[in-house]
């Protein structure tokens, strides 16, 4: 394998190693024995992030915002954080209950609490606590899905509302109550 073949296989996998191994197994072998250096996958690794900015701009796909999510939380600085809300601010509605959902997730974490994933987290632990208000903001705006019929994406709004709640708490974003339990605002 040449370098250009794993520089391809990683972006095609969102430059995750799990994906290619998982989708392209023969080729994550090919592509270990190579040994691309950590130094190498970060510029390439940035190399799709830009690559997702530019699809988002001129497509709005609310799944861009996701992968980019997935792809630069690793970095976790403040410069992969304005580039994650630059595709946020460029995704393109009216969004499906299940998509305004995604993204909401994606906000606020979908991992336990303690493990601070979640572009708000993100935030406010890069000192941008202002960015991390704007964010809780825009989650319950998500989050402000009519009562559905389907069970399953119903508890995974009151999953979502809870955590709002415990995260406005824990970093003192200071929205009150009535806020945190009827959040009605622009629509999708």
């Not at 095609?12 to 392209?24: E, N, P, R, V």
């Not at 903001?137 to 508890?155: E, F, M, T, V």
Request: aromatic share 10%; net charge positive; proline share 2%.
């Amino acid at each position: 394998m040449t370098m250009q073949k794993a520089r391809e296989l990683y972006l095609k996998s969102d430059c995750s190693h799990f994906l290619m191994c998982t989708y392209h197994y023969s080729s994550y072998l090919e592509y270990k024995q190579l040994g691309v250096s950590k130094t190498q996958e970060n510029i390439w690794r940035n190399e799709k992030l830009r690559m997702l900015q530019i699809e988002a701009r001129k497509t709005g796909d609310y799944k861009l915002f996701s992968r980019a999510y997935e792809i630069a939380v690793e970095f976790r600085n403040y410069g992969k954080l304005r580039l994650i809300l630059d595709i946020l601010k460029h995704v393109k509605g009216p969004l499906e209950p299940l998509q305004r959902l995604n993204i909401a997730e994606t906000l606020l974490g979908q991992k336990l609490p303690k493990a601070r994933s979640g572009v708000i987290y993100w935030a406010y632990d890069n000192g941008q606590k202002g960015i991390a208000i704007l964010l809780m903001d825009l989650a319950l705006q998500y989050l402000d899905i009519p009562c559905n019929a389907d069970q399953g994406l119903s508890k995974r709004i009151q999953r979502g509302r809870q955590l709002s709640k415990r995260i406005n708490t824990e970093l003192e974003l200071n929205f009150t109550a009535i806020e945190l339990q009827n959040y009605s605002a622009r629509k999708f």
